[in-house]
């Protein structure tokens, strides 16, 4: 009887989550194994487009009615989801077992790790992602293991295989850990276990971070970089008509493509930043102001959450600018006429503008965008990081400068140029004999071996 291969994929509940590991996901059922995607029943309920190939089950974290939203905090839904979700996991894994495949791996969002404990008891296999960069993972681990101090007690930091780092340039929760420890007890918590799982597949290609890469493999020999985890059409084009992520919260506007299709070719700045960070009325006035005022066509992802907080008499949609309350961001940064990104450098924002090669004016706001921008700058310089005054505020004479450096200087040239480069190494790392594609073959060829040799001890 041929083996089969059945891996349960589990993510957390946020949209820069669930992208990378759905887009895995695809990845492993072009190998032929079996992936069934899990998320919690109230975000599950809100996805849209999912992939036909895709099968999606969920579970309870508690909150089924709210969410994450229901809880009266962040640490609270934590806690709770830390309780019931192992027992609820296990009825998953027994009741897939009983109706479909045997469950014979779980691959989880690396801020669950009690789901490897529940792998563990169930005799499969256990294997974390991570969502984040590499360097960011190390900063978070040393802080596991006390070789980085909190709170800060020193203005430069300096660890293995990373840049000198300034406070501005940490995670964000290192430095609010005293205000409120919950997200970096989140984010270190990842680690905690780590030593236990399998494998470790991390969403970035060991060119991007080939000193940290290898510093990681030296702590975890089952470490392995897996990404960029984005469409296949954007990269390798080996999956058909793998055009978006699926699984979105949100509908895309499909008339911003057509107003790009107007605009010559590198003329438009594209500004987002994301799908959780909020800007409060003062930033996106001076968003605004910069946007407008720029010499450049722009197109602006603005939150429907953000709108009411706009100037009522900006114009949404003129000759020059065209606001939206959503996008396919992947179709828009590869169209033509985009000449640079303004991004909060939320990671997978920043891996998707590596792999299209285009440039970057980082504007981080919370969590790991501040250490992406750091890299994006001083390490991989593919952008330029806007300036904050003493409020934490972008103006917009400094957007404007950084916009116009990037769009129209030698700088400018020269920053476009590394991002072609950079893009040329992650086709390269997901092409066939890349090391994103050796890496992944690796761990394919294993769940085969462990599926072959469980189903010989079992006859």
Not at 191 to 200: E, G, P, T
Not at 222 to 230: D, H
Not at 299 to 306: A, F, R
Request: overall charge negative; some cysteine; proline content about 5%.
């Amino acid at each position: 009887m041929e083996n089969k291969v059945h891996c349960l994929v589990l993510s957390f509940p946020a949209q820069g989550h669930i992208n990378p590991m759905l887009q895995f996901s695809k990845l492993l059922q072009q190998e032929g194994i079996i992936v069934t995607l899990v998320t919690t029943l109230f975000f599950g309920k809100k996805l849209h487009n999912l992939p036909p190939s895709v099968t999606l089950e969920t579970i309870s974290d508690g909150f089924d009615i709210g969410g994450i939203g229901e809880a009266k905090s962040f640490k609270q839904y934590l806690d709770h989801f830390a309780q019931v979700g192992p027992q609820n996991l296990e009825k998953l894994i027994d009741k897939l077992g009983r109706t479909s495949y045997p469950i014979d791996c779980v691959i989880y969002d690396a801020f669950f790790p009690w789901t490897l404990d529940v792998a563990k008891r169930l005799g499969i296999f256990g294997v974390s992602f991570l969502t984040q960069n590499v360097s960011v993972n190390s900063i978070y681990y040393h802080v596991l293991v006390g070789k980085l101090r909190v709170p800060l007690d020193v203005q430069e930091i300096s660890l293995p295989v990373l840049p000198q780092l300034q406070h501005r340039d940490m995670p964000s929760f290192v430095l609010t850990y005293e205000k409120d420890p919950t997200f970096l007890e989140l984010a270190v918590g990842q680690f905690s276990n780590i030593c236990k799982a399998d494998w470790i597949l991390c969403n970035s290609f060991h060119e991007l971070h080939q000193e940290g890469a290898d510093w990681s493999m030296k702590i975890w020999p089952n470490f392995r970089t897996i990404g960029p985890s984005i469409p296949s059409k954007f990269l390798d084009k080996r999956i058909k008509n793998d055009e978006d992520y699926g699984a979105t919260q949100f509908q895309s506007e499909e008339e911003c493509m057509e107003w790009l299709n107007d605009k010559p070719k590198g003329s438009v700045v594209y500004a987002s930043f994301g799908s959780l960070a909020s800007l409060n009325e003062e930033q996106l006035e001076e968003v605004a102001c910069a946007l407008t005022d720029c010499e450049s066509y722009f197109l602006w992802v603005v939150k429907p959450s953000e709108e009411p907080k706009l100037r009522k008499d900006f114009e949404k949609k003129t000759q020059k600018g065209f606001v939206v309350t959503w996008c396919s961001q992947l179709k828009v940064l590869a169209h033509e006429s985009i000449g640079c990104f303004v991004t909060h450098c939320g990671w997978n924002s920043t891996l998707e503008a590596i792999s299209l090669g285009v440039p970057i004016v980082a504007m981080p706001q919370w969590s790991d965008q501040s250490t992406n921008a750091k890299f994006i700058e001083d390490v991989w310089k593919i952008g330029i990081r806007v300036p904050i005054d003493e409020k934490q505020i972008v103006r917009r004479d400094e957007m404007k400068k950084c916009i116009l450096e990037i769009m129209d200087s030698e700088k400018g040239r020269t920053i476009k140029s590394n991002a072609m480069k950079l893009k040329d190494l992650a086709s390269n790392a997901v092409g066939v004999g890349g090391s994103t594609h050796q890496n992944i073959t690796e761990f394919v060829n294993s769940l085969f071996h462990f599926a072959s040799y469980k189903q010989t001890i079992t006859n």
